[in-house]
């Protein structure tokens, strides 16, 4: 496998402000299932925000340990026994 030369990075956007390069700062909300890059300025903080694209649809790339399925019932409880947990509910329907 031969490289006949150093391959072409992307051509850097400048500032139109001062000439300097333009860094990806982060992704907008821009209505509609659309998102828009928002451009800094590394020279002078100057920030442009890029034609507004669709999102892409992002795998999930882990499920969290707070969610769990509905159907998985309640979430055991080593602090409170029956008998108390049982008392508290007579104490709240009580009250209303």
């Keep these: ?3 006949d030369g150093p391959r072409e990075s992307k051509p850097r956007r400048r500032c139109a402000k001062c ?11 821009a ?3 659309m998102s828009a890059a928002v ?5 002078c903080g100057d920030v ?3 034609a507004a694209r669709e999102a892409a649809q992002v795998t999930q790339r882990h499920t969290s340990k707070r969610h769990r399925d509905l159907d998985a019932g309640p979430l055991a409880n080593p602090v409170l026994d029956p ?3 049982a008392q508290l509910l007579e104490s709240t ?4």
């Design 19 to 29: 000439g300097g390069d333009m860094r990806f700062s982060h992704r907008e909300y």
């Design 93 to 96: 329907r009580d009250s209303s």
């Design 48 to 50: 442009i925000r890029d």
């Design 83 to 85: 008998d108390i947990a």
């Design 1 to 3: 496998m031969s490289i």
């Design 39 to 43: 451009l800094r300025c590394v020279s």
């Design 31 to 33: 209505g509609k299932g």
